[in-house]
């Protein structure tokens, strides 16, 4: 993988907002000692920890690293135990604070930004991105405001590798087509046209869009649109089909089928216009253009493109980054410090399902 290092006079002005916060995080947590001062506080201020012996929610610390006493049954446990923390390095922690510190900011950055502000490498960086974004799809909204979107709607973004995708294949190969499960059948009107001269009727469906263009068309065109829709011909044909009527009249009359959408000509060839002919949507083909626009901005600015397997993770980062109204302040803390653990495996082996979740929140229009 190609890693693009930035030369010191090419930060961005986002990397110095993250530097800024990093001094002002350091200011308030001068070690790690004093960032679990403040974990044990919010956790236990949150009634998140529980005696893993008896339940019981009072407790003492023992020292001034993790260990706590339960005042029940007399258990000692480490304060992570059981949350979200649970197995992560005395040292990550103050990083996963920093880092939940700019998520709540609504800051839109890189794992190999974040690295470069804290003392983790990129991997890590990567994988603690992973997890809070994990997090926050777990803490998806009701169901009335989420909407599901087909993968292959953000498939822009979808330009990086992962062990899902097939040896020597794109990165979108990871990608399927949607199934008939997950498109919704085109909306259509019927339209029966009799051909004057042989009496045969045909029967053509077109989208429910084009019902007023259809209305205004005369006998004569549509004679002439279910010509062309049965035997795509030349112009020349055409004409010779209409023989009574002047070349010209045809012409006419044949140039609105085109202008309508009907029909159309590749040099003197006619034939059906494609988008005459009703299609299935995949599911979420209506997503708010805003919000399509600002989720491929998003992976494809800040992340330059991401994987198939993880797009799910990304969108909800997007989500935490563009809705602040919901990621009030101490938010995403809390549903952090609410989390079961989630390890490093369940990271790896986490796959985004084809068809997507998407916050349906309105997206300020990207410009
Ligand atoms: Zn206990």
Not at 164 to 188: G, N, V, Y
Not at 309 to 327: G, P, V
Request: charged share 25%; glycine share 2%; with cysteine.
């Amino acid at each position: 993988m190609k890693n693009k290092s930035k030369k010191p006079s090419e930060i961005s002005d986002n990397e110095k907002l993250i530097a800024l916060r990093r001094k002002s995080f350091d200011k308030t947590f001068v070690s790690i000692e004093s960032g679990e001062a403040y974990l044990y506080k919010m956790l236990t201020d949150k009634q998140i920890l529980r005696c893993l012996n008896c339940f019981k929610q009072t407790f003492v610390r023992c020292d001034n690293k993790r260990k706590i006493l339960c005042l029940s049954c007399g258990r000692k446990q480490s304060f992570t135990t059981g949350t979200f923390l649970e197995d992560t390095r005395r040292a990550s922690t103050l990083e996963y604070l920093f880092l939940v510190t700019l998520l709540e900011e609504g800051l839109q950055f890189s794992a190999s930004e974040f690295s470069r502000h804290s003392t983790v490498a990129y991997s890590t960086s990567l994988n603690m991105l992973k997890k809070c974004a994990f997090v926050i799809v777990q803490s998806f909204p009701s169901e009335d405001e989420l909407k599901l979107v087909h993968c292959t709607e953000i498939e822009k973004a979808i330009a990086r590798r992962s062990s899902e995708t097939p040896a020597r294949a794109h990165p979108k190969a990871e990608q399927q087509e949607p199934s008939p499960e997950e498109t919704i059948p085109p909306k259509t009107i019927t339209k029966q046209i009799t051909i004057e001269s042989t009496g045969e009727v045909f029967s053509y469906e077109f989208p429910e869009i084009l019902e007023k263009e259809l209305a205004e068309l005369t006998t004569q065109h549509l004679e002439i649109f279910a010509t062309i829709a049965e035997n795509p011909c030349y112009f020349d044909d055409l004409c010779a089909r209409f023989k009574d009527e002047w070349s010209m009249d045809v012409a006419i009359k044949q140039s609105t089928l085109e202008v309508v959408g009907l029909v159309a000509r590749r040099l003197d060839y006619l034939y059906r216009h494609p988008n005459s002919i009703p299609k299935a949507k995949a599911i979420g083909a209506d997503l708010d253009p805003n919000l399509r626009k600002s989720i491929l901005s998003f992976i494809l600015e800040v992340f330059g493109g991401i994987s198939q397997k993880a797009s799910q993770l990304y969108i909800a980062l997007h989500w935490i980054c563009n809705d602040r109204e919901y990621w009030s302040q101490g938010k995403l803390l809390h549903k952090i410090l609410a989390s079961p653990p989630v390890t490093d495996s369940d990271i790896r082996s986490y796959v985004s399902p084809q068809v997507l979740t998407v916050v349906n929140r309105k997206a300020s229009a990207v410009a």
